[in-house]
Every structure is written in C-alpha cells, then in structure tokens.
C-alpha cells in the first residue's frame, strides 16, 4: 500500500513524499487518516529551525529529514493478528504523523467515541500535551504565572491554568466555608 507523508527536509522546505507502508506485524494495526492537524507553534519552530532542539544543539527529535506531525485521528483498515481490542473500520486517534496512512503499535492509539466528530477529538492531544505542564507548575490561588507563546500549546495552557486556579478557588470556597444549615 502506498502513502503519502509530508516531510520536513531542511530549513524552510517541504516535501510529499511517497512511501510503502508494509502490512502490520502481530501487535499493529495501519489507519487511513480522516483528520489531522498542524501545530504553528512546534512544526513551524522545526521547520525554520527555532524550535528548542535546534537552539540548544539537541536536534535527535527534530533532525531533518523530520516527518511532520503528531496528531491524527482515522480509521483502521488493517491490523495485526494479536490486536484483539480493534476492528477494521474503528475511528481511533494517535500521535503520529502527517500521512494518508500509516502505521502504529495497538498501545498507541485511542478510540474515538461515536459522538465526538473526528476534527474534534484532535484536540485530546493537545490537551494530554498541555494538560501535565500546567498540573506541575501547582498554580495556586493569589500566584502569578505567565506562558510564553501563545500558539495553540500556549492557548491551551492559559485556558487551563485560568480553569486550575478557578477550581482551587470554588475547592477553598467549599472547604473554608462555615455551612449555616436552618434549624427545623
């Protein structure tokens, strides 16, 4: 089967290149993607090599030529003899990248409930990229926090630490309160 992908093959250039994806082994499953999404912030960064990696001479993770993307949601047209959990035609969501399809371990995808539209659930991954970020700087009421960029990543940050600090206000309204019941 072939596929498509894009990838990043130097500063500021873009290729489609054509791939085989080989059928999957016992333990894997290959997706036909629906929806997938670009982060400006972490793929443009890589792509005029600004992104941290690059700024600190740790290019492993982003070093060219770098496959773009890392959210992606579709649906399994193959799998492996093991995946058991699975079904052809289940829409499942991953962070993988920027290819009509493509190919992944059963452990590395989610499935996508009926309700959610696929377009939608690509925001999960932002949100389990984000979501652990905010939990570790332990905001707490009265403090001050700033994020720096304010692309999609950093617009998820700030909504969540805004909803961090919310929560612990509503949790120290509740605790600290003295309940007045009437009498009867």
Known sequence: MKTTTVKFTGKEKIEFVEEEVQDPKENEIVIKTAKTMISTGTELAILAERHTHHLIGRKSWCSYPWRAGYINAGTIVKKGKNVANYREGDRVLSSNCNSIYWKCDQTEIVPIPDKVKDEEALFAIIGGIVLP????????????????????????????????????????????????????
């Open 133 to 184: 970020g905010v939990r570790m700087a332990d905001i707490k009421i009265g403090d001050s926090a700033a994020v720096v960029g304010l692309g999609l990543l950093g617009r998820f940050a700030f909504k969540c630490a805004k909803l961090t600090v919310l929560y612990r206000r509503l949790e120290s309204t509740f605790r600290n309160s003295d309940w007045i019941l009437p009498k009867r």
